[in-house]
């Protein structure tokens, strides 16, 4: 069939690792080798965005290289992907020979007013929207009337369509065999999406021909980056299951792939939400992307700080000039992160420290009285400050490999890939 042929199957389970200096794609295979021991396999999703690309000064080719050299050195045999992540019209062309999966961001786009011709349609189109809605393993059904589901689609319609339009670019730059594996994302933007708006996003995704395989909706909740969930992981939980069961139902209902799933975004140390995560799968027996927040950053740093004075050194500086900038490093992940000011020592104060105790404060381990979540946010967001060092970074991380790999293998296999695919 025609409209199937781009695709490229994701697997049940994936994870996505951001490797932001290029350095530690091993280290992270390994965590899956581990993990595929214990018998599970987790395929890895290399990802990197275009504003993470503009901020190291990287390319998208270099993420696929990195990637692939590691698969050859480790014998890898499984499948591995290469993600360009966030993308949009205008900067996804840069992405298409490197990538096989592609995360279409077209958060900005919601809210924004669609024809209200084309919204009449749809709702005409689609008047088993309208009514009590049952869905297996959704106890209640829930009411959408005529004026909710307008109101919906009005809301999201602009935004499906500018992701039918990537969607198709990368269809047709692809070239005549395209395979490729499709993410939506909708994660970026203030208010978290209901389950019944997933699954009008769903039968809209749907009717635009997209055949997304991923779906990254905003979730319930604070996901700040590198640190663990803030919210109420009761609501949580139940949204979770009910998104799990709107999806069953779509892909049944508007014919979308079989292996449609969730992507948690800026999951990587939600580690109060895995138990959630981990029942959730084996009851339900869904699949899930997971998408970690560049936080193998913070693994290069507790690294070198434990690696010896020069290491130490190198992380004290990058310490403190990210307290001198803090407001302008914090700026762009405003609505990402949440540092107390006043828990932040003074760069005098940190540069007392010894290597294990920096260590100790940003490596997240939260039962550590050691610990400080607000060093460790101003820290994953201070990577552009190692990136101006140049190679004076990426020199310690080559002279340190061996230290520095053991933090990011042991974070990724035991503090992720275990809590969320073991339990
Ligand atoms: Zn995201």
Redesign the pocket.
Known sequence: MAKHKERLELERFSFGIGDRFAHQAKAQLKAFQQLALDGVDVVPVWNKSNREHTLIGSNPESVHHFASEAVTALGWRNNWHVDA??IRLETVDRFIGCSDFF?I?VAESIGKPASSEKVETFVERHSELIGDIRIQGIAHPFPLSEGDLVAIVGKYLLAVEEAGRIYRHILVKKGPTPKFITEV?M??TDSPQTPPELLIILAMLSDEGIRVQTI?PKFTGRFNKGVDYVGDISKFEKEFNDDIAVIAHAVDAYDLPRNLKLSV??GSDKFSLYPVIHRALVRSHAGIHI?TAGTTWLEELIGLAESGDEGAKFVKEIYAQALEHAEELCAPYASVIDIDRSKLPSSDRFAALNGSQIASAIRHIQQNPQFNANIRQLLHVAFKLAAKTGSRFTNLLVKNEEIVAQQVTENLYQRHLRPLFIG
């Open positions: 992540d966030h995360t961001d994302s994660d970026e990254a975004h800026s998408k």
